[in-house]
Nanobody, 120 residues
């Protein structure tokens, strides 16, 4: 069974930095993807914040592009998301996801979510 264990959320001051981590079980292929979605208060939809594919390609949501970095630690099977220059709009529940396109068991998996609150 696929497990995604998140860490790093909490209360952070505006202008500060945050590092979220998500550890998964097992290795991923170059076609698999991991990343983070965010759900803000009052919204039912989650929006993609950042993602990384097994071959290293990354993608960022417009509001965090240029001040965030997503990376994969191969030794620890962990994906990290660093966001600098935090703004109130970065607040929300961050969900780690994993899209197993070629590595069994195939499918889309989610972590339990971690709260990030940016205080002004």
């Amino acid at each position: 069974q696929v497990q995604l264990v998140e860490s790093g959320g909490g209360l952070v001051q505006a202008g500060g930095s945050l590092r979220l981590s998500c550890q998964t079980s097992g290795r991923l292929s170059s076609d698999d993807a991991m990343g983070w979605y965010r759900q803000t208060r009052g919204e039912t939809q989650r929006e993609l914040v950042a993602s990384i594919i097994g071959d290293g390609q990354t993608q960022y949501e417009r509001s965090v592009k240029g001040r965030s970095t997503i990376s994969w630690d191969d030794a620890k099977n962990t994906v990290h998301l660093q966001i600098d220059g935090l703004k109130s709009g970065d607040s929300g529940v961050y969900y780690c996801y994993q899209n197993r396109r070629t590595t069994p068991p195939l499918g889309l998996y989610w972590g339990q979510g971690t709260q990030v609150t940016v205080s002004s």
